[in-house]
């Protein structure tokens, strides 16, 4: 292996073992407990080297977020598919692709509190609603419209309806974090939003 490609890999290894230091930190103490000091101890390299890897700790957390954005990709996508599995078997109704969904969603906000608060309530130099948005969180956001867009009436605009589905599961995941919500209804709310959406 050539050297420049041997150190391009030592580099982005580098980068790699911070955001897994990062991510575990918070999911363990939370992100104010995230530092540069206590990562530069965590990943045992200086601050300087975590400075030469990231502009700052929002950087990091905005690297972990890109990283949450392709598992919750992942995690919509396997859900909706088991789900149109199952109603092709005659076993599940066709409004169970956005009840899997919407039950996925939850399932990984409250799996996963630190990497939902990098992806969605820290402040992020990430952009969103742009042409300039990064492809995991495009991937993301297909994910949703592909479960949403069959249930769109004539006139009403598919990309608007995902944004009223995604934004009523993100303050059902906020509220369920921050125990505003009872804890034993989750599934009764699901079945009203999925109704709403589905008809």
């Not at 957390?61 to 919750?72: C, I, P």
């Not at 109704?93 to 409250?110: H, I, M, P, Q, T």
């Not at 990064?134 to 608007?160: I, Y």
Request: glycine residues 6%; negative net charge.
């Amino acid at each position: 292996m050539p050297v420049q490609e041997r150190k391009q890999k030592a580099r982005e290894q580098r980068s790699q073992l911070i955001v897994s230091a990062a991510r575990e930190l918070a999911e363990a103490e939370g992100w104010d407990a995230v530092t540069t000091r206590k990562l530069a101890d965590r990943v045992e390299y200086s601050q300087p080297v975590l400075y030469s890897h990231f502009k700052n700790m929002d950087a990091i957390a905005a690297a972990v977020a890109l990283e949450g954005f392709g598992e919750l990709t992942t995690a919509l996508t396997e859900a909706r598919a088991a789900a149109k599995a199952a109603a092709r078997a005659g076993e599940k109704s066709a409004s169970e692709g956005l009840r899997a969904v919407a039950e996925a969603y939850l399932d990984f906000a409250g799996e996963h509190p630190a990497l939902y608060q990098a992806m969605f309530v820290r402040p992020t130099q990430l952009t969103f609603a742009t042409g300039e948005i990064p492809a995991s969180l495009r991937e993301a956001f297909a994910a949703f419209r592909e479960a949403v867009e069959p249930f769109a009436r004539p006139g009403t605009d598919g990309e608007s309806l995902t944004e009223l589905f995604w934004s009523s599961l993100h303050g059902l995941a906020t509220l369920q974090a921050g125990a505003r919500l009872r804890q034993t209804h989750q599934q009764e709310r699901v079945e009203v939003l999925v109704g709403l959406i589905a008809g």
